[in-house]
């Protein structure tokens, strides 16, 4: 499946990653089925042991009572699904990063969890919607940050984001971890971003994981969750 090649503007780089095998995700082709132990904990593929979800990420809570930004987050949402020629996703996804009424509204009824090694091994696990509560990506003061830093207490940790859409409408957004060095060109502008390996930001080597969204009806819904592990 051929990608349209429509990104964010200031941002044109495409991301190829080739283990975490994404369009058969987001494309309904066949899936493997999900590798879990017999207490339904996710099974490690190369050494069998249980991986705890914890593990990969630290869940935070469900909030169900609605808020002054649940609520123009949703209208935001609204109009985004509405934007001509599906051309919305990077508003609808922002709104979907602030919003736990938007993810709840926007979620596939079960969701694709995956935790995949850059040997190409991988696991997985299917969640249901009312239970996924952990989205990697939050909004502060308008720039991208992980929900959970992967370094405790690292607040200088954000987020970039390529966003990449396909001719039926669905689309995907890769992100990585990165810190911002050097000084600052103006505006919104933070310096350059470098990867937690300390090499200058290139969505093409390295990527920390990819948000899957299908295109149903008249807007999106999150299909699956694929984080990619680091190394000890």
């Known amino acids: 499946m051929n990608l349209t090649g429509r990104h964010i503007p200031h941002n044109p780089r495409l991301l190829r990653f080739s283990t975490i095998m994404a369009a058969s995700l987001m494309f309904g082709c066949s899936e493997p089925q999900p590798l879990q132990d017999k207490t339904g904990q996710l099974a490690d593929a190369k ?31 609204e109009r985004a699904c509405s934007a001509p020629g599906g051309s919305g996703y990077v508003e609808f996804f922002d709104a979907f990063a602030r919003s736990g009424a938007v993810r709840r509204k926007y979620s596939a009824p079960t969701i694709k969890y995956v935790v995949a090694e850059r040997t190409g091994q991988r696991v997985e696990q299917t969640l249901d919607a009312n239970n996924y509560n952990i989205f990697p990506i939050i909004i502060v003061d308008y720039y991208r940050k992980p929900a959970v830093p992967l370094r405790k207490g690292d607040r200088e940790e954000y987020v970039e984001v390529q966003f990449n859409q396909s001719q039926s409408g669905h689309f995907s957004a890769d992100w990585t971890r990165v810190h911002y060095f050097g000084e600052s060109e103006g505006g919104d502008d933070l310096g350059k971003p470098v990867d937690l390996d300390g090499n200058p930001y290139d969505p093409v080597r390295r990527t920390d994981g990819q948000l899957l969204f299908n295109s149903v009806g008249d807007c999106w819904q999150l299909v699956a969750d694929i984080r990619i592990a680091h190394q000890k």
């Open 47 to 77: 050494s069998s042991n249980t991986i705890p979800m914890a593990k990969s990420v630290s869940p935070l809570p469900i909030r169900a009572e609605m808020t002054e930004t649940d609520r123009l987050m949703l209208e935001s949402a």
